[in-house]
């Protein structure tokens, strides 16, 4: 079962950064997507930030210019700065990968989350 594993959040002030690092392991032959998504208090999770298997990006427009994502594929792990954050940016962040196992099965693994608290 492939299992993925997020870190990094934590308490920060307004115009303050964090790195999140999310790391995917098990039998994993190929991973096509990973991301990372957002849930704030009472809202739907939403996507923030995503890289494909080509190495194409995707960015909210709520994180675009202030996010950076990044992926090691040899390691099926991706990273990403958050920079200049506000209260609006309070949520858990989970992420996700999706793929094929090396059973030839497709699957889409979510990490637990990781609460990142901007407050000053």
């Known amino acids: 079962q492939v299992q993925v594993v997020e870190s990094g959040g934590g308490l920060v002030q307004p115009g303050g950064s964090l790195r999140l690092s999310c790391a995917a392991s098990?039998?994993?032959?190929?991973?096509?997507?990973m991301g990372w998504y957002r849930q704030a208090p009472e809202k739907q999770r939403d996507l923030v930030a995503a890289?494909?298997?080509?190495?194409?990006?995707q960015y909210a427009d709520s994180a675009r210019g202030r996010f950076t994502i990044a992926g090691d594929n040899g390691d099926h792990a991706i990273f990403m700065q958050m920079d200049s954050l506000t209260p609006e940016d309070t949520a858990v962040y989970y992420c996700?990968?999706?793929?094929?196992?090396?059973?030839?099965?497709?699957?889409?693994?979510w990490g637990q989350g990781t609460h990142v608290i901007v407050s000053s």
């Open positions: 098990g039998p994993i032959h190929r991973i096509s997507f």
């Open positions: 890289i494909t298997k080509d190495g194409s990006l």
């Open positions: 996700n990968a999706d793929g094929q196992s090396r059973d030839s099965e497709i699957f889409s693994s």
